[in-house]
């Protein structure tokens, strides 16, 4: 059983519905079996993550660098920074935009999402 993950050892992936972003998956129910999700998701300047939902998991994702709005149902706009934690409960339409500066976050899906 394999209980350490280093993420240099792990290979950048295109996101499927946003275009220039990338995905690092770190923990997978394929790989590991867990019933979560963890990656890392590189957001380049100018970039943005269209309307979309998730049906069955909530979003929750820890900010590490970068500066961007969100949308979500219900909420609405606000800024997001580094150090911000969000929470997307499963079935809120949500988005990310305005990437003002290329931003690096901590996402992770519960349950998972792969």
């Known amino acids: 059983m394999k209980i350490i993950v280093r993420e ?11 275009r ?7 923990i997978s129910k394929a790989e590991q079996g867990e019933n979560v ?16 939902t998730h049906a069955s998991e909530s979003d929750i994702f820890y900010t590490i660098s970068g500066r961007f709005k ?3 149902d219900g909420v609405g706009e606000f800024e997001v920074d580094k150090g911000t934690v969000v929470r997307i409960p499963k079935g809120i339409k949500h988005k ?10 901590y996402d992770v899906f519960s349950p998972a999402i792969k």
């Not at 240099?8 to 946003?18: F, L």
């Not at 999700?37 to 979309?52: F, Q």
């Open 37 to 52: 999700t963890c990656m890392l998701v590189r957001i380049p300047k100018g970039a943005e993550v269209p309307i979309h």
């Open 8 to 18: 240099k050892e792990r290979e950048w992936s295109p996101h499927p519905q946003a």
């Open 70 to 72: 969100i949308w979500a």
């Open 96 to 105: 990310i935009y305005d990437v003002g500066e290329d931003a690096l976050i």
């Open 20 to 26: 220039g972003v990338k995905r690092k998956f770190l």
